[in-house]
């Protein structure tokens, strides 16, 4: 692979040098001609023009020049060398020449002038710029101008957010009117949607998109982190930042289904992951919200659809060749400050007092570790500092050419990401490499056929223990002893008892290898029929293969200085391997039929697809291996095991479209899907989703047209849908699960193995049906500086596939029934504005701000259950926090106290757990006594205290330029959500192996006793009462984050940097997840608001970035 990656950069190299000599310059041997037929000779051998007056002295010169590739300046000063004749060089490559008298004679002047619309109103704050120089100003309230000082022959640059630049040139009429037209793209901006492209003006449905800028000028590690925040409506929360895992939760309106709530992500039209492509391959990405857009996609749409366009493979224009490169330091966003060795014997002395129990350890222990006397049993180890590096590398280098002819046009790329972890050791880094070729050749006027070819190498390492948070490095760093060292004075790796030694872990103990290869092959032609009448065939394919290897290898520890054995982190070693084989087809064919008749327009649209799937797994290991050297099977001697299995589905659709567009005014459209899914029986395998959308454009009313000066448009739309999901656990839940016995049977005197059936089936199983309305509006003011979207819509689905409890005499597990109900209600609010102050500063501002409320309405003919702290319960949110309300901590008031034995009881009026009566003290959490009969008791007091699914979901985007300087900020932030961090991340003592952090000093003491402390009493290794699930432990998620500060410069194109034909040079500095303000547990990122603590860390990341393009 690294020879391929050599051979790619001198491609890249070769066709760039290419590209430049292109560009050639003038080459010619001009010998004793007159200077008019050498300019003539100049003209035919480059693509230079001139213009003289036939009169101008000096034309019938003979002159001699001889260039090889020079440019037009050397050149010139060869042919004028001796004349009394100048040159300057203008727009286009046109040339004038001019007596040197003409030149000097040249007189200043000043310019004054009106610049109007279409409709002949004034234009305030117009840029009026004299093109090549910085002199210029704006227009005032009257749209008035006035330029001084500027030559005869100066050409004026107008522009205005809104309206089309324009180019004037200085005559001899003054004043003079300037009239610009309408920015077309403005109004003619295409929006991506299902199986085509839609003018945004005309969108009747709910869609959102962003372009390739807004991927492109971030240095982005996958495509999900860079759309988080992009898109109101669309809910992006990163889990982790391990290298290579872009495990992030992506959610559409919300949960809208007690199944799998991911969206449908298609790239070009086909199912892909959008994880492991290159960001720098993007063209645009459009969300289909609602279900007018998306219903187009049926029974796959019901949790949004998410489109992505790569690129395009443009037919003439010239090469280019661009090269986009960063370098990243990242750092951790939070993390636990553990307490040092001293701090933790004192905090343990305390825990072990108040439960009565012996504290293990003397002052001598203490001042051993003050005086460091022991390092090998009493030492002083920070294992969050020492596992984690301060910073950890990333860079990404992207490359790309794209150029073509009237017929033909190509667009190459090649990615590289690289990425190392933040913890120590070998185990945490990844690298991704992403190749893609696209063409597009027009073989006559009717016909097109483009391809796209796409490969991408995954290969991520990480340590044999870094899989889950609850046994991974950072999880064993929490569970460390402070008196534990790395390493004994011996050089051997320290040991405490309590867990494994994770640096340890880190260089030794092994290594989890995750290599995916995939290759995407995507082939469509398009015909032309008629005029208004188009078909389009596509085929696709995707093959990925993955290839997963883990070994554990076994540390042995000993005693400082001896060969005594103390322990062993695993008693034998092992080698596993996972091959997986992934193949999907996708065949698709549609017809496009648009007819305008008068001031109606229709467009037609009906297709077809198919899709396939086949996955096989093949698992296999050994123990024993005789080196850790080998990373093969046969290394492994002992207890060879393994497994397989395969599995395919298939889905079949047709589907259709119908647009009607009156005037540009009033806009319907009409979509229909059937489809027939693999995964249901035969008898009910098909399903119908229709959806209707309307709009109405105000601004086209004639009792509008008092508005127009200030209102260019005002739109209102509604809709309303049905869709489909088809989402389980299972491929074939209408059949039964029939799986080999763990228990043999003796038949004729043998032993047969045996079948049982382990999963009941249903044929009569069909789709989640989801029914969604929706309400929009969309506004344009100031010649449209100002815009605003906003939407309100109702998502109900029912039919939700569940396993609803059954009669345990059944024997085998529930089967699937279409059962639950939930509901999804919100609303989305999109503001930007765009504006310029004068000639050289642009500025906008971007807000947008969503909310959606979840509840479950139904969960079938099953109960309720409330016996977990997360609950899935009828007029809930979906897996709401279910426990006790906690009312602070119990003081000295709520017990009496007796003197002679120093002891506290419970007052007969305080409500307590009955089971913990006799050990409640002041200092533990108190609970509120929620159905008032004096006991706190699991099915009367424990209630609804919170969710985790984000609320209130905002962003604000700044961003500005000033000549060739560009600076962006972007915050993100999420109003109200709430988070639980348990176990070891949180509790300390409530385990032997739970180290206490500086959070935990906050706590409830004797001398201290505040009953609003964050921290209860300590209590070593006695979970009563404290760790009850409630309230107390509740943590206030939200946040406001620095999502992204950027700061740029393009350097001007001029002098050097012009003769190298570089189009654009921009070098930046950018910041991601720079500062989090939040009131959360200290020691852990709010945007993961659930977990025990022993999570990869989420990172902030600091880079330097270039982009360079050549043309």
């Known amino acids: 692979m690294k020879s391929n990656h050599f051979k790619m950069r001198w491609l890249c190299l070769l066709f760039a040098l290419f590209t430049l000599n292109i560009q050639a310059q003038i080459t010619v041997d001009i010998k004793n001609k007159p200077l008019k037929e050498a300019i003539k000779t100049i003209e035919r051998s480059s693509n230079y023009s001139f213009f003289y007056n ?45 007596s040197k008298q003409q030149q000097a004679a040249k007189r200043s002047r000043s310019v004054s002038g009106k610049v109007v619309d279409e409709k002949g109103e004034a234009i305030i704050g117009a840029s009026i710029i004299v093109k090549g120089s910085s002199i210029g100003t704006s227009t005032d309230v009257d749209g008035n101008f006035t330029i001084n000082n500027i030559s005869d022959n100066a050409l004026l640059v107008v522009s205005s957010i809104g309206y089309k ?50 991927l492109a000028n971030r240095p982005i590690a996958n495509v999900t982190t860079g759309l988080q925040g992009m898109l109101p409506g669309v809910s992006i929360v990163n889990t982790t930042s391990r290298p290579g895992d872009n495990n992030s939760s992506i959610r559409v309106r919300g949960i809208g289904t007690l199944n799998n709530s991911d969206p449908l992500i298609l790239i070009d039209g086909v199912e892909g992951d959008m994880n492991t492509l290159n960001p720098d391959d993007i063209e645009s990405v459009s969300v289909l919200k609602d279900a007018a857009s998306s219903s187009i996609y049926g029974s796959r749409a019901a949790n949004g659809v998410i489109l992505i366009t790569t690129r395009k493979a443009d037919r003439e224009v010239k090469p280019t060749v661009t090269y986009t490169g960063y370098f990243a330091m990242q750092k951790p966003t939070a993390l636990p400050e553990m307490l040092d060795a001293v701090e933790y014997l004192t905090l343990l002395k305390e825990a072990t007092s108040n439960v009565n129990k012996s504290w293990g350890y003397t002052q001598e222990d203490i001042d051993a570790v003050i005086n460091g006397t022991d390092p090998n049993f009493r030492a002083n180890t920070n294992w969050i500092k020492e596992i984690t590096r301060d910073y950890a590398p990333q860079h990404g280098h992207n490359v790309n050419i794209n150029g073509g002819n009237k017929n033909m046009g190509y ?80 050089g051997q790796w320290g040991y405490g008892g309590s867990s494994a030694n994770p640096i340890a872990q880190a260089y030794d103990g092994g290594f989890i290898n995750y290599h995916k290869r995939e290759t995407s092959l995507n082939f469509s032609a398009g015909l032309r029929i008629i005029d208004g009448l188009t078909a389009k065939v596509q085929y696709a394919t995707r093959l990925v293969d993955v290839l997963r290897k883990q070994q554990q290898n076994i540390i042995q520890h000993f005693y400082p200085d001896t060969e005594t054995p103390l322990a062993y982190t695993s008693n034998t070693s092992k080698f596993s391997q996972r091959d997986i084989a992934q193949r999907y087809q996708n065949v698709m064919a549609q017809v496009d039929y648009d007819k305008t008749i008068g001031k109606h327009s229709f467009h037609i649209l009906a297709g077809f697809s198919q899709e396939w799937q086949l996955y096989q797994q093949m698992d296999a290991s050994r123990q024993d291996l005789v080196s850790n050297d080998l990373h093969v099977l046969n290394a492994g001697t002992d207890l060879q095991t393994n497994s397989g299995y395969d599995n395919h589905w298939a889905i079949r659709s047709g589907f259709g479209r119908v647009n009607y567009n009156f005037n540009d005014r009033y806009l319907v459209e009409a979509n229909l899907r059937y489809d027939l899914s693999s995964r249901f029986h035969k008898d009910h395998r098909g399903g119908y989703f229709p959806s209707a959308s309307v709009a ?75 029914k969604m309305t929706n309400i929009g509006l969309d506004v344009n003011l100031l010649n449209n500086r100002l815009s605003l979207t906003a939407d309100y819509f109702i998502k109900n689905t029912d039919d939700i596939l569940l396993k609803v409890k059954l009669p345990d005499v059944l024997g085998v597990s529930e089967p699937y029934q279409n059962a639950g109900k939930v509901q999804n209600k919100g609303w989305e609010i999109a503001l930007a504005w765009q504006d310029k102050i004068g000639k050289d500063f642009t500025y906008g501002v971007n807000v947008t701000f969503s909310d959606v409320k979840n509840k479950v309405v139904s969960v079938g003919n099953t109960a309720d259950d409330f016996s977990g702290d997360r609950i899935r319960a009828v007029g809930y949110p979906i897996d709401a926090f279910w426990g006790y309300k906690s009312d602070g901590l119990y003081t000295v008031d709520d017990f009496d106290y007796d003197i002679a034995t120093n002891t506290y009881t419970p007052k007969a009026t305080t409500p307590i757990i009955e089971e913990y009566r006799t050990k409640v003290q002041p200092g533990d959490i ?74 935990h000093l906050d706590r409830w003491t004797w001398e201290n006793q505040n009953p609003h402390a964050s921290y209860p009493r300590f209590t070593y290794d006695e979970t009563y009462n404290r760790d009850e699930f409630s309230s107390f432990w509740l943590e206030d998620a939200s946040y406001l984050r620095v999502k992204n500060l950027q700061v740029g410069y393009t350097v001007p194109r001029k002098g050097i940097i012009s003769k190298m034909h570089i189009e654009n040079l921009r070098i930046y500095f950018s910041g991601e997840n720079l500062w989090t303000f939040t009131d959360f547990f200290s020691s852990y990122d709010p945007e993961i608001p659930v977990s025990s603590g022993g999570y990869y860390p989420i990172t902030a990341s600091y880079s330097l970035g270039l982009s360079i393009t050549f043309k």
């Open 54 to 98: 036939v009169e101008l002295e000096g034309l019938d010169k003979l002159v001699t020049v001889k260039t090889d590739n020079a440019s037009l300046e050397e050149t010139m000063k060869q042919l004028l060398k001796g004349t009394n004749i100048t040159f300057q060089r203008k727009v286009d490559n046109v040339v004038v020449l001019l």
């Open 165 to 214: 630049k324009t180019e004037v040139p200085v005559t001899n009429e003054n004043p003079i009117e300037i009239r610009l037209n309408e920015d077309s793209n403005l109004m003619d901006e295409v929006v991506v949607v299902g199986y085509g492209v839609q003018k945004k003006i005309n969108l009747t449905g709910s869609v959102v998109s962003v372009d390739h800028d807004v």
């Open 411 to 490: 667009y190459l790329s090649y990615g590289n990401l690289t990425t190392s972890g933040l913890m120590v050791g070998n185990g945490y880094h990844a690298t991704r490499n992403n190749v893609r070729m696209k063409l597009n050749t027009e073989l006559f006027d009717r016909l097109t056929i483009e391809g796209n070819v796409s490969y991408t190498d995954v290969d991520n390492w990480t340590p044999a223990s870094s899989d889950s948070e609850n046994s991974g490095l950072f999880y064993q760093a929490l569970r460390s002893s402070p008196l534990t060292p790395v390493k004994f004075t011996d």
């Open 696 to 770: 109405w454009r105000l601004t086209e009313e004639s009792f509008m047209e008092s508005t127009r000066s200030w209102l260019d448009n005002l739109k209102i739309r509604a809709s309303y849908g049905t869709l489909g999901n088809q989402y389980t656990s299972s491929l074939y839940p209408y059949m039964a699960l029939i799986q080999p016995s763990t228990s043999n049977m003796p038949i004729g005197g043998e032993i047969t193995s045996s079948m049982q059936q382990s999963e009941a089936s249903n044929n009569i199983l069909s789709w989640e049906s989801i």
């Open 926 to 999: 108190k609970y509120v006594d929620i159905d008032g009969d004096g006991k706190i008791t699991p099915t009367e007091d424990r209630c609804y205290i919170g969710s985790a699914i984000p609320r209130y979901n905002y962003t604000i985007g700044l961003n500005a330029a000033w000549r060739g300087i560009d600076f962006s900020l972007f915050l993100q932030g999420v109003g109200k959500c709430d988070g639980y961090i348990g176990g070891m991340g949180r509790h300390a003592f409530t385990e032997l192996a739970n180290y206490p952090q500086k959070a």
